[in-house]
């Protein structure tokens, strides 16, 4: 049986950047394959450069699966670069201490009153911030989010969890700190300092307490950027293959990979730009970019491939109708809702997609990208108003729109046929 990979049998030559020290600087919520994929290798990266006391206490949301899967591997797990040309395994080490946010929530508060952590991360995905699709604003009738308003509650929510955090840091220390979101939304940083605000108020904090978050938490906004699918058993087999070892938490990932952020840190960073990390003051246009043209292409791609009964993303993309319809989409209708970066060239950027949603070695599955589209699309496609401002409207041309017709009338059939397929 093949040993289960862990600090003493791991060959150090596979540690991609360096491994963190003991001592931990971030808080991450949401411990799962995108934030190990992402903001971790970054982090690793980063201490090959500069080293420094970043090492990360993950937090999961409910399950311990993940959590005790790398507790038994000390920490470790690998990643598996897909690329037709460039497959290869690395192994991270950055995380040095996991918790689960349903089970461990003083200990979480605990590690956020800290002053040594410095940074709070998040990839709670676009329904953790528990924002009203109507107004934007915190949904406080959110059955998780009124549960922790409540008189005695201890909170479970990200959001609960750090404001009652800052809360206990401002009455213990006041250090400064930074909240980072990681996730796909436009203008991250603003909307989850807006969204921790709104918490704060509902739950009276005091006044006192308020102008210290609002003058020593920063919530820079940021855009990241890699397709992370789910991994499978042959990801798996993958590692075993390449390390001699086996890892319970593997986590495959496409080859290109970008972070853009805004450089407002409160307490200090990890040198990301050593990883390639770009530090920009146009964080907000990469992140339109981002999420019109990627998101919105790729959730088009999902959702069409899914009703032409295709199983992944390069294999959807491969169709012809849904590829003029997608780049139909991105170049009529998104590209002129978007205002640019400086010196950023979109049809550069926009064949890069196709290149990468054609990668049939990831194989992303069209049902996970398809998955919680009614909070997603919000963001991804631009509204009737920047339609009519472009002069354009929602119809695909000069593509195949009778396949599209045939396509959009069997989609009742396709959500609840037996052969539905899904992604567990």
Request: glycine letters at 8%; proline letters at 5%; charged letters at 25%.
């Amino acid at each position: 049986m093949t040993e289960q990979l862990n600090r003493l049998n791991v060959n150090r030559e596979a540690i991609l950047g360096a491994s963190a020290p003991e001592r931990t600087g971030i808080i991450h919520f949401g411990l799962g394959n995108f934030h190990r994929a992402h903001a971790a290798v970054n982090t690793a990266l980063a201490m090959a450069a500069e080293p420094g006391d970043w090492g990360i206490v993950g937090i999961a949301n409910r399950s311990r699966k993940v959590t005790s899967a790398l507790e038994a591997q000390d920490g470790l797990y690998s990643v598996v670069t897909l690329d037709p040309e460039a497959e290869h395994v690395d192994v991270v080490d950055v995380h040095r201490r996991f918790l689960v946010a349903a089970e461990d929530g003083p200990a979480i508060i605990e590690a956020i009153a800290d002053p040594a952590h410095k940074i709070i991360t998040l990839t709670i995905s676009e329904n953790g911030y528990h924002l009203d699709g109507r107004t934007g604003k915190l949904d406080v009738e959110s059955p998780d989010i009124k549960a922790d308003l409540a008189e005695g509650a201890e909170p479970t929510t990200p959001l609960g969890q750090i404001v009652a955090g800052l809360t206990a840091r401002f009455a213990a220390n006041a250090a400064p700190m930074t909240v980072l979101s990681c996730d796909n939304l436009l203008s991250a940083g603003n909307t989850t300092r807006a969204a921790v605000l709104q918490f704060a108020e509902a739950a009276h904090s005091s006044d006192e307490f308020l102008a210290w978050l609002d003058g020593h938490v920063t919530f820079p906004n940021a855009m990241v950027d890699r397709i992370v699918p789910a991994p499978t058993e042959g990801t798996k087999a993958e590692v075993e293959e390449a390390l001699g070892l086996h890892d319970e938490a593997p986590v495959p990932a496409e080859l290109f990979t970008m972070w853009v952020i805004e450089d407002k840190f409160a307490a200090g960073r990890p040198k990301w730009e050593a990883a390639g990390a770009i530090f920009s003051d146009e964080v907000e246009k990469y992140e339109l970019v981002k999420l019109r043209l990627l998101n919105g292409g790729h959730s088009l791609i999902a959702y069409l491939g899914g009703l032409d009964r295709q199983e992944t993303i390069p294999d959807s993309r491969a169709q012809q109708f849904i590829a003029d319809a997608t780049r139909q989409a991105l170049e009529v209708d998104y590209l002129p809702s978007i205002d640019l970066p400086a010196n950023f060239d979109p049809q550069e950027y926009i064949d890069s997609l196709f290149r990468r949603w054609s990668n049939t070695v990831l194989g992303d599955k069209t049902s996970r990208v398809g998955s919680d589209g009614s909070t997603k699309l919000l963001q991804r496609v631009p509204s009737g108003t920047h339609r009519a401002r472009a002069g354009t409207d929602a119809r695909a041309t000069g593509v195949d729109r009778q396949r599209l017709d045939v396509l959009l009338h069997s989609s009742a059939r396709f959500r609840t046929g037996p052969d539905r397929r899904r992604d567990d």
